[in-house]
Nanobody
Framework: EVQLVESGGGLVQAGGSLRLSCASSGFLFDDYAIGWFRQVPGMEREAVSS????????NYADSVKGRFIISSDNAKKMVYLQMNNLKPEDTAVYFCAARRGYGSSWYRKYDYWGQGTQVTVSS
């Protein structure tokens, strides 16, 4: 059974940092990519970043480039999202998701999802 569990969300002031973690299990790590998405009520899920385990290739949304860093610990099957210089507009529920192959910015291409973790950035 594939499982993804996010952690690390919370409340932070603008300019601060948080590190989100995604613990994964139940699938062949090297065949998959993990994506981070975020969603605010009433809006569609938005791609933030993705990483492919086998070659470490990454992608970032323009809105987070230079501020967020995605990384993985393949031995632990963990993916991290280091979020720096946070802005109030980064406030959302953040999800990690898994799909075979390369990362994608289209959330419907992902097969497995975590339950999400809330990130709130105060001004």
């Amino acid at each position: 059974e594939v499982q993804l569990v996010e952690s690390g969300g919370g409340l932070v002031q603008a300019g601060g940092s948080l590190r989100l973690s995604c613990a994964s299990s139940g699938f062949l790590f090297d065949d998959y990519a993990i994506g981070w998405f975020r969603q605010v009520p009433g809006m569609e899920r938005e791609a933030v970043s993705s990483i492919k385990f086998s070659d470490g290739s990454t992608n970032y949304a323009d809105s987070v480039k230079g501020r967020f860093i995605i990384s993985s610990d393949n031995a632990k099957k963990m993916v991290y999202l280091q979020m720096n210089n946070l802005k109030p507009e980064d406030t959302a529920v953040y999800f990690c998701a898994a799909r075979r192959g390369y990362g994608s910015s289209w959330y419907r291409k992902y097969d497995y999802w975590g339950q999400g973790t809330q990130v709130t950035v105060s001004s």
